[in-house]
């Protein structure tokens, strides 16, 4: 064979290389192209080798020159291809390639629950008349429930069927979902002495049956202020209070003789809602079997306390006319809050 025709098959063996490492978009098909050509056992290059056998002896060793610089150069190619597939793929982008420059998907933030926003906005405006915000457990025992708050063994609020009862072992003290947050009252007196200004806001539970103003579940908030020289007009200008700041100025309120066996004056605390009144709570002057209960003097201190219905105050504020729409789980309803 003629060394010009043996230089020639390695030009189109390099040419044919080239072209084809420029098509490569992948690792499969760089693999693909380095077998066709540099291949060990039938690569193209492999082949052209076989022929430097039958050069002149006096043109082998230029041949072999020649096939040495065109397997260098495949080798280099194909290095720079694995290298552009690697690092440098933004430089020519394939299908499936991430643009950055594309605006991201919407992040749909979720909000506050509006009786989480009720019991905030309540706890910020008592803060600001020093009332600091306690919690107490949503289980309890009969003494913080009830017996603390003057309300003896045979009293039917302490009913079975008033009351979500544990069940607890053969012997034990009953326990119960709390059925109302004065037994936050109790706690508090019992472990600091007056002068005290507190609010509690949590669950209570009650098997009542659900309508547009009850729910088995809901929450109050408890109010205590124990000071020397408080009187029932304390009181009510600290719920005034709290009922203007929540619901603004136009409020109208009323109280109306009630009784509660922790109170004494007891009073229920009703507002005005389209031409209606709806009763929030209750309310009066801590009775003095209570102060004793948790070793307060009743001669020396006295104070008041108040509860509130926070579904009720927040069904006001908010418009809703029945307050199973806050629990249903609606987020078409919960989203306008
Ligand atoms: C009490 O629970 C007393 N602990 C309130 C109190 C505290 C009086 C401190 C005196 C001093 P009552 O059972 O009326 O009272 O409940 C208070 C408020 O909770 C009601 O006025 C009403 O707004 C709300 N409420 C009662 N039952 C439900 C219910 N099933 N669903 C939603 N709100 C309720």
Do not use: C
């Given at each position: 064979?003629?060394?010009?025709?043996?230089?020639?098959e390695l030009e189109a063996f390099r040419e044919a290389a080239s072209e084809s490492l420029g098509r490569v978009a992948d690792g499969a098909g760089l693999e693909q192209a380095r077998i066709e050509f540099l291949g060990a056992?039938s690569g193209r290059l492999k082949a052209i080798?076989?022929?430097?056998?039958?050069?002149?002896?006096?043109?082998?060793?230029?041949?072999?020159?020649?096939f040495n610089e065109a397997k260098a150069a495949v080798t280099a190619l194909l290095a720079d291809v694995q290298e552009r597939l690697v690092g440098g793929g933004a430089a020519r982008p394939t299908a499936?390639?991430?643009?950055?420059?594309?605006?991201?998907?919407?992040?749909?933030?979720?909000?506050?629950?509006?009786?989480?926003?009720?019991?905030?906005?309540?706890?910020?405006?008592?803060?600001?008349?020093?009332?600091?915000?306690?919690?107490?457990?949503?289980?309890?025992?009969?003494?913080?429930?009830?017996?603390?708050?003057?309300?003896?063994?045979?009293?039917?609020?302490?009913?079975?069927?008033?009351?979500?009862?544990?069940?607890?072992?053969?012997?034990?003290?009953?326990?119960?979902?709390?059925?109302?947050?004065?037994?936050?009252?109790?706690?508090?007196?019992?472990?600091?002495?007056?002068?005290?200004?507190?609010?509690?806001?949590?669950?209570?539970?009650?098997?009542?049956?659900?309508?547009?103003?009850?729910?088995?579940?809901?929450?109050?908030?408890?109010?205590?202020?124990?000071?020397?020289?408080?009187?029932?007009?304390?009181?009510?200008?600290?719920?005034?209070?709290?009922?203007?700041?929540?619901?603004?100025?136009?409020?109208?309120?009323?109280?109306?003789?009630?009784?509660?066996?922790?109170?004494?004056?007891?009073?229920?605390?009703?507002?005005?809602?389209?031409?209606?009144?709806?009763?929030?709570?209750?309310?009066?002057?801590?009775?003095?079997?209570?102060?004793?209960?948790?070793?307060?003097?009743?001669?020396?201190?006295?104070?008041?306390?108040?509860?509130?219905?926070?579904?009720?105050?927040?069904?006001?504020?908010?418009?809703?006319?029945?307050?199973?729409?806050?629990?249903?789980?609606?987020?078409?309803?919960?989203?306008?809050?």
């Amino acid at each position: 064979m003629a060394i010009e025709s043996f230089v020639a098959e390695l030009e189109a063996f390099r040419e044919a290389a080239s072209e084809s490492l420029g098509r490569v978009a992948d690792g499969a098909g760089l693999e693909q192209a380095r077998i066709e050509f540099l291949g060990a056992r039938s690569g193209r290059l492999k082949a052209i080798q076989k022929l430097l056998s039958g050069l002149v002896a006096t043109d082998r060793p230029a041949g072999g020159r020649h096939f040495n610089e065109a397997k260098a150069a495949v080798t280099a190619l194909l290095a720079d291809v694995q290298e552009r597939l690697v690092g440098g793929g933004a430089a020519r982008p394939t299908a499936d390639a991430i643009d950055v420059t594309l605006p991201g998907d919407p992040v749909r933030l979720g909000h506050v629950h509006p009786i989480t926003q009720t019991i905030r906005r309540v706890q910020e405006i008592m803060a600001r008349l020093g009332f600091e915000s306690v919690d107490g457990p949503e289980v309890e025992d009969q003494w913080h429930n009830f017996e603390a708050l003057a309300i003896p063994a045979e009293h039917p609020a302490r009913d079975p069927l008033d009351n979500f009862y544990l069940a607890v072992a053969r012997g034990a003290d009953p326990l119960l979902l709390r059925s109302q947050t004065s037994t936050v009252q109790i706690r508090v007196m019992e472990n600091r002495r007056p002068p005290l200004r507190i609010v509690s806001l949590g669950r209570v539970y009650r098997p009542d049956t659900a309508d547009a103003t009850h729910y088995p579940m809901f929450h109050q908030v408890e109010g205590l202020l124990i000071e020397p020289g408080t009187t029932m007009a304390h009181l009510k200008s600290v719920l005034r209070q709290l009922a203007s700041s929540f619901l603004g100025g136009d409020v109208h309120v009323r109280y109306r003789p009630s009784f509660f066996p922790f109170t004494e004056p007891s009073v229920e605390f009703d507002m005005q809602w389209g031409g209606r009144w709806i009763e929030m709570g209750g309310a009066g002057m801590v009775d003095p079997a209570v102060l004793a209960a948790v070793g307060y003097d009743p001669d020396e201190v006295s104070g008041f306390a108040f509860g509130l219905g926070v579904e009720r105050i927040a069904a006001r504020r908010y418009g809703v006319a029945d307050i199973r729409d806050f629990y249903r789980n609606d987020v078409r309803f919960l989203r306008q809050f």
